[in-house]
């Protein structure tokens, strides 16, 4: 069978210090969009990474008293533990300092300089180091960066320049031409605004500290660290390595690049002047989530504010965490996130609607079923209510993927929960206890059971890209498969699948309910 290849990519993070919420919201949003994609049968490539080099990882290894190598090496294991604790399934984890990207990003800078896109000139200007960024003297806010608002240092440099400027026209013609280049919406604006008031050509090395990769025709500069960085998302692939020169015609262009706002310039600017420049295509969409806050700030390492995600997975576990953040905050939005935000969240979604509904029912079959799950009903006895619940269910795979299509992950999960809710309802209506008072209301106990089971099923399915760990010990209790494994959710997701005479185990509570003193 054909499968579409489906290549998506994180920013790679900066190893100045540990993950935080931050990084790891954008990297959990990538993971469920991944894990969905290879249910609906893609050929998924879920890349993400680490930013090694520059002055700020290079600072940052210079105040703990270590060399920029050890430091990197120190920092790294960690972000790998935090996506293992996240459960991020990612095909490949770029370190900017590995061999393979090392020398496709020095590829890539001579067939630049070959194309005459290169040229020798001297910078005079400020640079924030925080954010690795050129600032004009007209660009700064009250003398600081205003990206982030700490100060910046001037720099006098002899470098090598990209004629970023020259690329203007054709940036534009783009964004004109394909509306999914950029998005949400107001992003595109902002950088179409941003190009139609001119691009300065681009500084592309360094030359005053050494910890970058040097060029390949002057070994006295090194890359300047985003055009070194964003280079990762095609040296992974194998860009410049005649040995890999298949996968790479087979994964890029990415059809999804997701970054925070705040590095939109560099992905949908200078990003996609790189690559024309070097003759190749661009990605289809880069998509700018907004930011979390805190008590209305940005959270950051900087500020103080960022909290760890490890300590949020110890109290509420694993998928509640990833739970939170994709239905919480829109996706493309900034959003508030808080405490007693998440623990309402826990107790309402999880605790009340998801988990007590498959609790009850589990123990509701064991008790009036040996936990056998019992034969589908016939057609021709379905009540209003049967139909509606199953109405419900049959419509949940194209509203789904209908929202994952333009990344509306509240929009998916709110689509699971409408069947969620339906079924605790359905339940509530149809009283088991009460019809298992008699053997002739048996009949209908039993199809009531078959049908609340089966949307348990079905939910569990569509859950599963956000709280894997969730649906497959959910399937496992039903007796059947892991949900995370399914490659054709289409066809899992009809009507009917759960067989009968499976045998079901009731387990402890999925989600223990939170008291707010805890
Ligand atoms: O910028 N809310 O790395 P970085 C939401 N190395 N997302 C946030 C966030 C917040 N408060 N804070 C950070 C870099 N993020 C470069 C990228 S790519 C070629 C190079 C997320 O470690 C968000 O995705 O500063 C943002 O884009 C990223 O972390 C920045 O991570």
Wanted: glycine share 8%; charged share 25%.
């Amino acid at each position: 069978m054909f499968m579409k290849s489906f290549y998506l990519t994180t920013p790679i993070y900066y190893v100045n210090s540990v993950p935080h919420l931050g990084t790891a919201y954008t990297t959990i949003a990538a993971d469920a969009l991944a894990r969905y994609r290879r249910m609906t049968g893609h050929d998924v490539h879920f890349l993400t990474g680490l930013d090694e080099h520059g002055q700020k990882v290079a600072q940052a290894a210079a105040e703990n008293g270590t060399e920029p190598q050890a430091w990197v090496d120190t920092i790294a294991p960690k972000f790998v533990e935090a996506w293992k604790m996240l459960d991020i399934t990612y095909d490949d984890f770029i370190r900017t300092t590995e061999g393979r990207h090392v020398r496709g990003a020095q590829a890539f800078l001579q067939v630049l300089k070959d194309s005459g896109d290169l040229y020798q000139g001297h910078y005079e200007g400020w640079y924030c180091v925080p954010d690795e960024t050129f600032y004009t003297e007209e660009q700064l806010a009250d003398g600081k960066c205003p990206g982030c608002g700490r100060d910046v240092q001037f720099i006098r440099e002899d470098n090598w320049f990209f004629r970023l400027s020259a690329y203007q026209d054709r940036l534009l013609a783009h964004y004109e031409a394909h509306p999914e280049f950029i998005q949400p919406e107001t992003r595109r604006n902002e950088v179409v605004s941003f190009v139609s008031g001119g691009l300065k050509d681009l500084s592309v090395s360094r030359t005053t500290f050494t910890w970058g990769i040097p060029l390949p025709f002057d070994d006295e500069h090194v890359m300047y660290v985003w055009f070194d960085a964003l280079l990762n998302y095609i040296t992974a692939i194998g860009y410049g390595d005649p040995d890999r020169a298949e996968e790479f015609a087979k994964r890029w262009p990415a059809q999804y690049q997701f970054v925070g706002k705040d590095i939109i310039r560099f992905h949908c600017a200078i990003w996609p002047a790189m690559l024309m420049a070097a003759g190749l295509p661009l990605p289809e969409t880069v998509f700018a989530h907004g930011f979390l806050l805190t008590k209305g700030e940005k959270m950051s390492k900087s500020k103080g504010n960022a909290v760890a995600p490890a300590d949020l997975v110890a109290r509420f576990g694993v998928d509640a965490y990833r739970h939170y953040f994709l239905r919480d905050v829109p996706f493309g939005a900034d959003g508030s996130i808080s405490m007693e935000g998440m623990v309402q969240r826990y107790n309402g979604d999880l605790a009340n609607d998801w988990g007590n509904l498959v609790s009850r029912l589990l123990n509701m079959t064991e008790k009036y079923c040996d936990g056998v799950v019992p034969e589908p009903p016939a057609d021709a006895d379905a009540t209003a209510d049967d139909l509606e619940l199953r109405g419900i269910a049959e419509a949940l795979p194209a509203t789904y993927e209908a929202a994952m299509a333009r990344l509306d992950y509240v929009g998916a999960l709110e689509a699971a929960w409408m069947l969620i809710k339906r079924a605790n309802r359905y339940i509530e209506d149809a009283a088991p206890w009460n019809l298992a008072k008699s053997d002739e209301t048996r009949p209908r106990l039993l199809a009531v059971l078959y049908d609340a089971l089966e949307s348990v099923r079905i939910a569990a399915l569509f859950t599963a890209p956000v709280m894997p760990n969730t649906s497959a010990e959910v399937w496992r209790r039903l007796g059947i498969g892991d949900p995370c494994s399914v490659t054709d959710i289409a066809a899992e997701s009809v009507w009917g699948k759960l067989p009968a005479g499976s045998l079901v185990v009731k387990g402890d509570a999925l989600f223990p309910r939170i008291y707010e003193e805890e």
